[in-house]
């Protein structure tokens, strides 16, 4: 059975949500291009309302909230710039050497990160899964699956929308730049799933301790 302190639960969500709001409101005010703008935060906007909806009867580990949150703010910042001209990809780019602004890279990276330990906690709570080999190769599988999802979104935008669409897609030129976003995405899944498992299976026995007591214990 879930733990059923709501509001000590649901403190750290509403944080999380004002905090993603209130970048949502800086990343709309005159971004570099509107499109873009709304094409990068659409993810945003889909999973606002979802998490909102589903925070009393499915809500999730507190590791999970701070990973959405982050990636969501990475992805408005990415907006309001565009990938290609953030201040941060540029500061990179002079203090590495890099031929171009790789922020575009850090979102690919944290677009395998964060939705794989999303992934994990809905295996563990919803299927027979325990954590092991089957779970880490499911979760890295789908997040590919995901990644390559969002690669052809970009390629539909393309096609669409012709020039229009280069700043969403952010390629700059890379003729490997696809292949580079799913590699990264792969890599997040992979380390998150390394460096924070331990972490989330503590929250997740103190999220709903009955169901997943015998599940966990390893």
């Known amino acids: 059975m879930i733990v059923n ?3 000590s639960h ?3 969500p509403l944080v999380l949500a004002a905090v993603v709001l209130l970048g949502l409101v800086w990343s709309g005010i005159g971004p570099y291009d509107r499109l873009t703008w709304f094409l990068e935060v659409l993810p945003v ?3 606002l309302p979802l998490l909102a909806w589903t925070a009393r009867s499915f809500p ?7 990973l959405i949150a982050v ?3 990475i992805l408005m910042y990415g907006g309001h710039y565009t990938y290609a001209l953030t201040p941060f990809g540029d500061w990179m780019q002079d203090v590495f050497g890099f031929t171009r602004n790789h922020y575009d890279r850090i979102g690919h990276l944290m677009q395998g990160f964060g939705p794989a330990i999303i992934a994990r906690e809905l295996l563990l709570r919803t299927s027979p899964l325990r954590p092991g080999k089957w779970l880490f190769a499911l979760v890295t599988l789908s ?7 969002y690669e052809f979104t970009e390629w539909w935008a393309a096609v669409a929308g012709g020039d229009a669409a280069g700043a969403f897609l952010g390629t700059q030129g890379d003729v490997w730049d696809t292949q580079w976003d799913m590699f990264l995405a792969g890599c997040g899944a992979i380390v998150a799933q390394v460096s924070l498992s331990r972490v989330h299976d503590r929250q ?3 999220l709903d301790p009955a169901k997943l007591r015998d599940k966990l214990h390893h």
Request: glycine content about 4%; cysteine-free.
């Open 71 to 73: 990636h969501a703010l």
């Open 60 to 66: 999730l580990t507190p590791l999970a909230y701070v």
């Open 204 to 206: 997740l026995l103190v």
């Open 45 to 47: 906007l889909v999973a």
């Open 5 to 7: 302190d709501t509001k």
């Open 10 to 12: 649901l403190r750290l």
């Open 143 to 149: 997040i590919l699956g995901v990644s390559a999802t």
